[in-house]
């Protein structure tokens, strides 16, 4: 399950198109999840008392997402879901076993949004951004790494230690 909302940050795993800025590591924020032709968002509980509305990545045409590097142009681009194969060791039915646990690798399929969820990011990650909010949960006193986590930080309002 990847947790998305309008405004939250998330960052690129792979290279989508290094010329536009769209690489591995490029930070972005969700702006629109647009669903294919006749879907619909379903109800549904998370976490068995919050009530929000749910797809599956097969419902989404595509997320539009904007950088969070103002250096970066056009600033407004989109993904898409990709299906992706895979095997998986799973253990077979008990009844075709013939040794306890014996397993099986399975050709499986998925589809998923290239993104990863960034509301938590490493030091090296922040270097050549600014955020309006930062946490620091674990001080590192390696050479510079406290000037980087201080300059990144637009006011000193916003930084939580």
Excluded: C
Excluded at 40 to 65: G, W, Y
Excluded at 92 to 120: D, G, W, Y
Excluded at 151 to 156: A, D, E, L, P
């Amino acid at each position: 399950m990847l947790r998305l909302y309008i405004g939250i940050r998330v960052m690129l795993p792979v290279n989508h198109n290094v010329t536009l800025g769209q690489a591995n590591g490029t930070q972005a924020t969700v702006k629109r999840i647009i669903l294919k032709s006749g879907e619909r968002f379903q109800k549904t509980m998370l976490n068995s008392n919050i009530p929000i509305r749910a797809v599956f990545a097969t419902q989404i045409d595509f997320i539009e997402l904007e950088h969070v590097s103002t250096r970066i142009q056009p600033s407004i681009f989109t993904l898409t879901p990709k299906e992706f194969t895979f095997k998986a060791s799973m253990i077979k039915p008990k009844h075709m076993q013939t040794k306890s646990n014996e397993r099986e690798a399975i050709q499986m399929k998925a589809t998923q949004l290239p993104v990863i969820v960034n509301n938590a990011t490493t030091g090296h990650k922040l270097q050549g951004s600014g955020v309006d909010i930062l946490l620091v949960h674990n001080w590192s006193f390696v050479q510079n790494w406290i000037y980087v986590m201080l300059s990144r930080v637009r006011t000193r309002e916003g930084l939580f230690a």
